[in-house]
């Protein structure tokens, strides 16, 4: 088995690349027998736009990781857990995986912060799934040779191009970087609507002046009605975005991405623009490029120049996209505003101008899961973990017989 990798240098493509092969997928039919899930109904792993926003129809209830769990097991498959602490691993992991302890999956040894020490290696020796989260060492070739059974990386987030050495092979990696996307956008989405309405101008001045405000007087050319959103990426995240933006008919949407063909773009709902011409038109430009070596930069003091008076610029994606001493110049001059949930360097010194500023609305990387959200990430590495030992079952009995 050979480590599939998303090489191609670009923003997104039409059809972005499944991180997961076509397994066959098993459930239990009224006659207790397993039968094939037809590739519709079956959720999938790849970035496909059935997975771009994983929530249930008004009513429905929720599938649990559990309902994966279809055929009758003959093994247990045994995995491991390393992400930054253990109090993250039990957030994010605790309440899904147990559900299939001693069904489906056995859990070796605590939570490996760590790839070095003789009790990691132990654990490593004998795991054949690793779940993998924020703050996971990568996987460096010094440390899989201790691991000849791993087949099968979970990334609770986004596991491109860091995770795995290059040329690594035999092991598989998911990555849950499609249920991440969903937080992202929906605070984006709720950033774009405050931005329009100048809700962070609105705030200061109330608390300053303490008295009636005149928004009409003050706020004449605020609203949410006749505005054009200018979407930089159709990634993950922006196309979340896009489908979220398809609620809000006033507003127009716009997106650039150069990898992305304009008859899909139509069908997200947006305009393809080049991005001169997104960040000319744009009464807000929400930033979603992934960081590669062509992104680094990617809006600099020329594309900030051309943004009209009082342009937002929201980046929740990573602070190098937006060259940071230009945009840092840009909003001292008060020209424009920003929303920034990301900066370069992470967090921003203690003496940053940016702290101070009244059209910096300043967020310490709060757009991704947190919270209540890191459970609808272990939900999906859970299920995830419960369909590849459906796999490794079936294809024992297929073996076997």
């Keep these: 088995m050979r480590v599939r990798s998303t090489s191609k240098r670009a923003l997104t493509s039409s059809r972005p690349p499944s991180t997961k092969p076509d397994w066959p997928r098993f459930r239990r039919s009224s006659t207790g027998r397993p039968t094939p899930i037809s590739p519709r ?41 390393a992400v930054g602490s253990p109090r993250l691993a039990e957030r994010l992991f605790g309440p ?58 979970i990334h609770a987030g986004s596991a491109f191009g860091w995770l795995l050495p290059d040329g690594a092979s035999g092991v598989h990696v998911s990555d849950m970087g499609h249920v991440n996307a969903v937080p992202v956008a929906e605070y984006t989405l709720a950033m774009i609507i405050l931005a329009n309405k100048d809700a962070v101008r609105a705030r200061d001045l109330y608390r300053t002046r303490r008295t009636y405000i005149d928004r009409e007087e003050e706020f004449a050319d605020a609203g949410n009605h006749a505005r054009t959103v200018g979407v930089v990426s159709a990634s993950r995240t922006g196309r979340v975005l896009l489908e979220l933006l398809r609620a809000f008919p ?38 979603h490029a992934p960081v590669r070596p062509d992104t680094v930069g990617l809006i600099d003091r020329e594309l900030l120049a051309l943004m009209r008076d009082g342009t937002t610029i929201i980046n929740t994606a990573r602070g190098v996209i937006v060259e940071p001493a230009a945009l840092e110049r840009e909003l001292i001059g008060g020209r424009i505003n920003a929303v920034l949930d990301v900066t370069d360097p992470e967090p921003l010194p203690a003496e940053s101008a940016l702290y101070d500023l009244p059209n910096v609305f300043l967020t310490p990387h709060i757009s991704g899961s947190m919270g209540t959200e890191l459970r609808r990430m272990g939900d999906e590495v859970a299920s995830e973990l419960a369909r590849y030992a459906d796999l490794a079952v079936a294809a024992e009995s297929v073996a076997d017989s």
């Design 41 to 81: 109904s079956s959720p999938c792993i790849c970035r496909c736009r059935s997975r771009a926003t994983p929530t249930s129809s008004p009513g429905s209830r929720a599938r649990r990781p559990r309902d994966v769990l279809s055929v009758i097991r003959i093994s247990v498959i045994e995995y491991a857990v």
């Design 250 to 287: 006033t507003l127009d949407a716009l997106v650039y991405d150069p990898y992305l063909p304009p008859h899909e773009a139509r069908g997200l709902g947006a305009e393809p623009v080049s991005l001169p011409e997104l960040v000319r038109r744009s009464d807000v430009v929400t930033v």
């Design 96 to 153: 899904s995986c147990e559900a299939l302890a001693g069904v489906s999956a056995r859990r070796l040894g605590g939570v490996l912060t760590e790839f070095d020490s003789e009790l990691a290696r132990r654990v490593l020796s004998r795991a054949e799934v690793l779940l993998t989260g924020w703050d996971t060492p990568p996987l460096r070739r010094s440390v899989l040779r201790h691991a000849p059974r791993l087949r099968r990386v």
